[in-house]
């Protein structure tokens, strides 16, 4: 009875073991960050509502994106942060208060700016890459012609056999 | 003399249009033939039969003969013989100065008186035997048949014995009782004793005028001797003068132990006489022994009989009959004890096929040790085993029984056996127990084909591919293959006759190259293996020059050259072969190929290719899969370098909102 019970534990222990571990220093980061905000919410309201209001495309950025590395929330952010600089710069000027924060937002001119400045990033992110990729695959195509004929220039020199005992030998290597 | 005459080494010429059948020997065809620069033909070659081992290895040894009792043997070798298109063995010898003595007794002649006989025949023949015997000879055909009368001299001149096996053609009237036992082509090598018999034998026919014994069969006149002995049986009521009945009585006695030697006959003829020889008597048994329902009255007779019909030997044996006929009837326990400790061991064992002919067999050698290697219906010498093996394959025949008498123990039990001053079987014994380790060698260069050239020195070359030109040397091989080369270059130049006459002809080849032989047929092993023993051959042996054969191993070693991976080295290779196939030297050949440096830098430089290939593999399947799947290059590169670049440009616009507050500029 017990020898049948015994393997019914296991799948347990392994599902504990592939559950994501979240790190003592992220969960760390995580808790200075929001120590952080909270304070800087505490001291500068005004500044912050501009920054939370300001930085909202960056916020869903960081929502909505799942790629690893979140290089849409990266692209999106530090620009979205550039739009909002001018304005946080303003308000430090002005004294920082609330009824400022409103004015500035009441104005069109800055979410123009701020909004802006994120879909210039958001652009960034979507369409560089495609230019990118038709890049990598022009040059690839370059390569894959350059290969060949160095395939052949083997196949000349050295035979079939070269082929035939490289894929062999690859082969083997692989199952070994 | 009429006739394109056949040149033989520049030294001899031989006419085919002009035959003498009066010295045709039953296996040996003569035509005239004379030396080089004389007008007169005073000699005549025998053209040896195809189908027969000669025993050429004895040539040398009779040329240097000077008896005049013996015809002058003047040259052998090998010629191409227009009327059978093909090269023949030849051995020329002088023509004898009278008729063959069967001729002369073709007709009964009055009987020849003692003193005669004594001049005419026994002492030229008494002179030759020990000029024979100074020489480490035998004749071993020595009867009328062979015997010339020489007009001049008025006395006996003996013919050549060299064309065929030993005693080949000897009748079975002049054999001792095991010689005429022997299967002919098995006889093996003639002592002095077997001579000695002979010249008994002949003589006896000479004294009498005329052959008694003509009409009958072998199996009736060997009956007769062994079962009342060749004197007393074949002499019976004929009459004999006194004085000639003691030298044939002393010549034919079938105890080799009590028969006249060589220094007895020569007592004799100084008119002393011999010491007798005291040797045990001959048994008799008191009744016969029933085999088959034939009744032998003899110890050799029965033996003989058992060897004949093995099932009822073997069966008489395993009984006891055999046993009991020993002890009751023959009163011997000595052949008691022998045939128990031959035979007791091997019944014990394990029962194989010719289990009845190996018991028969070993019975045979301790109960009959004089008589011949009786197994499977072969009697043979231990000295005749090789002609025998070599005469079988030539025709075809089945060697087994003599390639088990050589494998199996029965040889050291025979020689176990003979009177210990027969000292010619030892040497005998080494040459079997050598031949046996060589048969059980199967690799190529070994097996029957190496035991028929170490066995027979003087042997042609067997091969199917080169037979016909009777090749006698390493030299000879080597030319004959020159010879078929244009049109054979798809096959292989050798096969196991070729390898095994080479490695027992030339003791410098490397004996162990049969294991490289041994590689499979279109291996570049064994193509370098066949270039390496040619041009071993050739550089001991062989001609200088054989571009042919070259050529041919040039064809043959393409397997080799495919050893060198780079196409352009292969070609440079083929190339430089072709080149020196023309040259006609093989080591040249050999060290074009054969390079181990340039072997292993080429093998070096396939395997950088090797992994340059693979590498070159890998790389395009990802650049395909880059082209193809574009989306996932976007993700992979793209959005990296647009999260780069974005980030550089945000930091830069940041920096530059900074630096124009602090300049007092603002948005």
């Not at chain 2, 070798?77 to 069967?102: C, F, H, K, M, N």
């Not at chain 2, 025709?395 to 087994?400: A, H």
């Not at chain 2, 050999?590 to 340059?612: G, H, K, V, W, Y």
């Not at chain 2, 780069?644 to 007092?664: E, K, P, T, Y």
């Given at each position: 009875?017990?020898?049948?019970?015994?393997?019914?534990?296991?799948?347990?222990?392994?599902?504990?073991?592939?559950?994501?571990?979240?790190?003592?220093?992220t969960?760390?980061g995580w808790?200075?960050l929001f120590?952080?905000v909270?304070?800087?919410?505490?001291?500068?309201?005004?500044?912050?509502?501009?920054l939370f209001v300001g930085m909202l495309p960056t916020l869903v950025a960081f929502i909505t994106d799942r790629s690893p590395g979140k290089m849409a929330a990266l692209s999106i952010s530090v620009?979205n942060l550039?739009?909002?600089?001018?304005?946080?710069?303003?308000?430090?000027?002005?004294?920082?208060?609330?009824?400022?924060?409103?004015?500035?937002?009441?104005?069109?001119?800055?979410?123009?700016?701020?909004y802006?400045?994120a879909g210039?990033g958001w652009?960034?992110y979507?369409?560089?890459?495609?230019?990118?990729?038709?890049?990598?695959?022009?040059?690839?195509?370059?390569?894959?012609?350059?290969?060949?004929?160095?395939?052949?220039?083997?196949?000349?020199?050295?035979?079939?056999?070269?082929?035939?005992?490289?894929?062999?030998?690859?082969?083997?290597?692989?199952?070994? | 003399?009429?006739?394109?005459?056949?040149?033989?080494?520049?030294?001899?010429?031989?006419?085919?249009?002009?035959?003498?059948?009066?010295?045709?020997?039953?296996?040996?065809?003569?035509?005239?033939?004379?030396?080089?620069?004389?007008?007169?033909?005073?000699?005549?070659?025998?053209?040896?039969?195809?189908?027969?081992?000669?025993?050429?290895?004895?040539?040398?040894?009779?040329?240097?003969?000077?008896?005049?009792?013996?015809?002058?043997?003047?040259?052998?070798?090998?010629?191409?013989?227009?009327?059978?298109?093909?090269?023949?063995?030849?051995?020329?010898?002088?023509?004898?100065?009278?008729?063959?003595?069967?001729?002369?007794?073709?007709?009964?002649?009055?009987?020849?008186?003692?003193?005669?006989?004594?001049?005419?025949?026994?002492?030229?023949?008494?002179?030759?035997?020990?000029?024979?015997?100074?020489?480490?000879?035998?004749?071993?055909?020595?009867?009328?048949?062979?015997?010339?009368?020489?007009?001049?001299?008025?006395?006996?001149?003996?013919?050549?014995?060299?064309?065929?096996?030993?005693?080949?053609?000897?009748?079975?009237?002049?054999?001792?009782?095991?010689?005429?036992?022997?299967?002919?082509?098995?006889?093996?090598?003639?002592?002095?004793?077997?001579?000695?018999?002979?010249?008994?034998?002949?003589?006896?026919?000479?004294?009498?005028?005329?052959?008694?014994?003509?009409?009958?069969?072998?199996?009736?006149?060997?009956?007769?001797?062994?079962?009342?002995?060749?004197?007393?049986?074949?002499?019976?009521?004929?009459?004999?003068?006194?004085?000639?009945?003691?030298?044939?009585?002393?010549?034919?006695?079938?105890?080799?132990?009590?028969?006249?030697?060589?220094?007895?006959?020569?007592?004799?003829?100084?008119?002393?006489?011999?010491?007798?020889?005291?040797?045990?008597?001959?048994?008799?048994?008191?009744?016969?022994?029933?085999?088959?329902?034939?009744?032998?009255?003899?110890?050799?007779?029965?033996?003989?009989?058992?060897?004949?019909?093995?099932?009822?030997?073997?069966?008489?044996?395993?009984?006891?009959?055999?046993?009991?006929?020993?002890?009751?009837?023959?009163?011997?326990?000595?052949?008691?004890?022998?045939?128990?400790?031959?035979?007791?061991?091997?019944?014990?064992?394990?029962?194989?096929?010719?289990?009845?002919?190996?018991?028969?067999?070993?019975?045979?050698?301790?109960?009959?040790?004089?008589?011949?290697?009786?197994?499977?219906?072969?009697?043979?010498?231990?000295?005749?085993?090789?002609?025998?093996?070599?005469?079988?394959?030539?025709?075809?025949?089945?060697?087994?029984?003599?390639?088990?008498?050589?494998?199996?123990?029965?040889?050291?039990?025979?020689?176990?056996?003979?009177?210990?001053?027969?000292?010619?079987?030892?040497?005998?014994?080494?040459?079997?127990?050598?031949?046996?380790?060589?048969?059980?060698?199967?690799?190529?260069?070994?097996?029957?084909?190496?035991?028929?050239?170490?066995?027979?020195?003087?042997?042609?070359?067997?091969?199917?591919?080169?037979?016909?030109?009777?090749?006698?040397?390493?030299?000879?091989?080597?030319?004959?293959?020159?010879?078929?080369?244009?049109?054979?270059?798809?096959?292989?130049?050798?096969?196991?006759?070729?390898?095994?006459?080479?490695?027992?002809?030339?003791?410098?080849?490397?004996?162990?190259?049969?294991?490289?032989?041994?590689?499979?047929?279109?291996?570049?092993?064994?193509?370098?293996?066949?270039?390496?023993?040619?041009?071993?051959?050739?550089?001991?042996?062989?001609?200088?020059?054989?571009?042919?054969?070259?050529?041919?191993?040039?064809?043959?070693?393409?397997?080799?050259?495919?050893?060198?991976?780079?196409?352009?080295?292969?070609?440079?290779?083929?190339?430089?072969?072709?080149?020196?196939?023309?040259?006609?030297?093989?080591?040249?050949?050999?060290?074009?190929?054969?390079?181990?440096?340039?072997?292993?830098?080429?093998?070096?430089?396939?395997?950088?290719?090797?992994?340059?290939?693979?590498?070159?593999?890998?790389?395009?399947?990802?650049?395909?899969?880059?082209?193809?799947?574009?989306?996932?290059?976007?993700?992979?590169?793209?959005?990296?370098?647009?999260a780069?670049?974005?980030?550089?440009?945000?930091?830069?616009?940041?920096?530059?909102?900074?630096?124009?507050?602090?300049?007092?500029?603002?948005?």
């Open positions: 009875m017990s020898a049948e019970k015994k393997p019914a534990a296991k799948p347990a222990a392994t599902a504990k073991k592939g559950a994501p571990k979240v790190s003592k220093a969960r760390f808790m200075s120590v952080g909270a304070l800087a919410s505490a001291f500068f309201a005004s500044t912050s509502v501009l620009l550039a739009g909002v600089m001018p304005f946080v710069i303003n308000l430090w000027r002005s004294g920082q208060g609330l009824a400022a924060t409103f004015q500035l937002l009441a104005q069109p001119y800055t979410w123009l700016v701020m802006g400045a210039i652009s960034i979507h369409y560089l890459p495609k230019f990118v990729a038709t890049y990598v695959a022009y040059r690839a195509q370059s390569q894959l012609s350059d290969l060949q004929g160095l395939q052949k220039k083997l196949l000349e020199k050295w035979g079939p056999n070269v082929a035939v005992l490289a894929m062999r030998n690859a082969e083997a290597k692989k199952q070994s | 003399m009429a006739g394109v005459p056949v040149d033989l080494a520049g030294r001899i010429e031989i006419f085919p249009s002009a035959p003498l059948p009066w010295l045709n020997e039953p296996h040996a065809k003569a035509y005239a033939a004379r030396a080089k620069g004389e007008s007169r033909s005073t000699l005549y070659a025998l053209i040896c039969d195809e189908g027969l081992p000669v025993r050429g290895e004895a040539f040398a040894n009779f040329m240097n003969s000077d008896s005049a009792a013996l015809v002058r043997f003047r040259d052998q070798g090998v010629v191409y013989w227009p009327l059978t298109d093909q090269a023949e063995q030849i051995v020329v010898l002088s023509r004898p100065a009278g008729p063959r003595l069967d001729q002369l007794l073709a007709e009964p002649q009055q009987p020849m008186e003692d003193q005669l006989l004594v001049q005419f025949f026994v002492r030229p023949m008494a002179d030759l035997l020990i000029d024979l015997a100074k020489r480490g000879l035998t004749h071993g055909n020595i009867h009328p048949g062979n015997l010339f009368y020489n007009t001049r001299l008025n006395e006996v001149q003996a013919g050549e014995a060299v064309s065929g096996p030993p005693s080949y053609a000897q009748p079975l009237l002049y054999t001792t009782i095991e010689r005429g036992q022997c299967t002919p082509i098995g006889r093996g090598a003639a002592t002095a004793a077997d001579d000695l018999y002979a010249l008994g034998m002949t003589g006896l026919v000479l004294a009498l005028g005329y052959n008694p014994w003509a009409n009958l069969t072998d199996e009736e006149l060997l009956r007769v001797k062994i079962d009342r002995g060749s004197f007393f049986g074949l002499v019976g009521e004929l009459r004999l003068k006194g004085s000639l009945i003691e030298l044939f009585r002393g010549l034919l006695d079938d105890n080799v132990r009590r028969r006249w030697d060589l220094n007895d006959l020569d007592t004799w003829l100084s008119g002393r006489r011999p010491q007798a020889r005291v040797s045990e008597n001959d048994l008799k048994p008191s009744r016969g022994f029933t085999l088959n329902g034939t009744d032998y009255n003899s110890l050799r007779g029965l033996v003989h009989g058992l060897t004949k019909e093995p099932m009822a030997g073997a069966a008489v044996i395993e009984s006891g009959e055999l046993d009991r006929w020993l002890v009751r009837t023959l009163s011997s326990d000595r052949h008691a004890g022998l045939l128990k400790k031959a035979t007791s061991v091997f019944l014990d064992g394990n029962r194989t096929a010719t289990f009845q002919d190996q018991l028969v067999a070993r019975a045979a050698i301790v109960l009959d040790p004089q008589g011949p290697l009786r197994y499977r219906g072969t009697a043979l010498m231990p000295s005749g085993a090789g002609y025998a093996l070599a005469g079988l394959m030539i025709k075809g025949g089945n060697i087994q029984p003599v390639v088990d008498i050589i494998s199996s123990p029965l040889t050291s039990m025979w020689v176990d056996e003979q009177y210990e001053g027969r000292g010619d079987h030892l040497q005998t014994q080494q040459q079997i127990e050598q031949s046996r380790a060589y048969m059980e060698k199967r690799t190529i260069g070994f097996g029957v084909e190496r035991v028929i050239y170490e066995m027979l020195p003087a042997q042609p070359c067997l091969s199917p591919l080169i037979r016909k030109s009777q090749c006698r040397t390493v030299a000879d091989v080597l030319t004959a293959l020159e010879k078929i080369a244009g049109d054979n270059v798809k096959r292989e130049p050798i096969d196991r006759h070729i390898v095994a006459f080479l490695m027992a002809r030339e003791r410098r080849i490397n004996q162990a190259m049969g294991s490289m032989l041994g590689a499979p047929e279109g291996s570049a092993d064994r193509a370098l293996g066949i270039v390496r023993l040619l041009s071993d051959a050739q550089s001991r042996q062989g001609p200088e020059n054989l571009p042919g054969l070259t050529n041919w191993a040039v064809h043959m070693l393409e397997p080799a050259i495919k050893r060198f991976h780079q196409k352009e080295l292969q070609d440079k290779v083929r190339g430089e072969l072709q080149r020196l196939g023309k040259g006609g030297n093989l080591s040249a050949l050999l060290e074009a190929i054969d390079n181990p440096i340039l072997l292993a830098e080429d093998q070096q430089e396939f395997e950088i290719a090797m992994q340059m290939y693979a590498q070159t593999v890998k790389d395009i399947e990802d650049l395909q899969a880059d082209i193809q799947n574009r989306a996932a290059v976007e993700g992979r590169v793209g959005q990296p370098i647009a780069g670049i974005a980030a550089v440009v945000g930091f830069l616009a940041i920096g530059m909102v900074v630096l124009l507050s602090v300049m007092g500029i603002y948005l």
